[in-house]
């Protein structure tokens, strides 16, 4: 890889050129979104590079809902937290 073959980063920002039309007829708020989607999948690049895979579409892919993944464990570990100092919370007071 690197000078025979783009790298996988290389493939993934022009990958993400590509979708520069469909991004700037996003609503600004889901504009931004879209930008976090290609964010996480640069997060992953390390490893989707190593996996030397030829359908680098669907490591992007794999990146993304990797991330979501990542990002619903966070959440509901929190959410988790709360709820057990909701339960512990028994004089009453405001919350």
Do not use: K
């Amino acid at each position: 890889m690197g000078r025979t073959n783009p790298t996988y980063r290389d493939f993934l920002a022009d990958y993400e050129g590509r979708w520069r039309d469909y991004r700037r007829a996003l609503r600004h708020e889901a504009g931004a979104d879209f930008e976090r989607l290609f964010e996480r999948a640069r997060r992953h690049a390390d490893a989707a590079g190593y996996a030397n895979d030829p359908d680098r579409e669907t490591l992007v892919l794999v990146s993304m809902l990797l991330a979501h993944e990542t990002e619903l464990r966070r959440l509901r570990e929190r959410v988790a937290e709360l709820e057990r100092e909701a339960e512990g919370d028994t004089d009453g007071g405001p919350r």
